[in-house]
């Protein structure tokens, strides 16, 4: 059974976090045994775990593509992206639909997490930058780390998650 949830656009308004101020509204998800983030404002919907296409020559991070009210919008595994292993498909496994930019233009895409938390409302007090873990380590895709209630968050920057060329190779999966 496929199950949406639409946010609103007053849901999404609330809540910018732009780089010069990160506080806002996040919806958090969970991959393995971490608590991550995505601006709300990213996010368009969450929906159950549905029948996905899988398309040839693609990287394996790329499960394939769902046929989304009309539109083909790629889905990836974030675990797998992150070297983290395949996500186990669960009762609680589902995809949250965000809007990517590349080149000023929107993507949409479907990132497939183990499961949704909650939203919250971060205040810049409560978001650290990136730790600093070397040269070779890349850090570019977190937006900061978010202190809440004793727990960690990190906050991810879907815009920086893919490279241009992930992002390039998913644009064209969406329009086939």
Do not use: H, W
């Amino acid at each position: 059974m496929t199950q949406t949830v639409e946010l609103t656009e007053d849901s999404r308004s609330a809540g910018s976090a732009v780089a010069e101020n990160r506080a806002g509204k996040y919806l958090t998800f969970r991959l393995d045994n971490e608590e991550y983030g995505l601006e709300i404002l990213k996010v368009r919907e969450i929906i159950g775990l549905m029948d996905i296409t899988s398309v040839p020559k693609t990287p394996d991070y790329v499960r394939g593509i769902i046929n989304l009210r009309g539109s083909v919008i790629p889905v990836l595994d974030l675990k797998l992206k992150f070297d983290m292993g395949a996500t186990e498909d669960t009762e609680e496994t589902c995809v949250i639909v965000v809007e990517v930019l590349l080149g000023g233009n929107s993507v949409m895409m479907g990132t497939i997490v183990d499961a949704v938390s909650e939203v919250l409302d971060i205040k810049e007090n409560e978001i650290e930058d990136a730790p600093a873990f070397g040269t070779n380590v890349n850090t570019r895709f977190i937006l900061g780390i978010g202190k809440v209630k004793d727990e960690v968050k990190i906050l991810l920057d879907i815009d920086e998650v893919l490279t241009s060329s992930d992002i390039a190779m998913l644009e064209d999966l969406g329009k086939k």
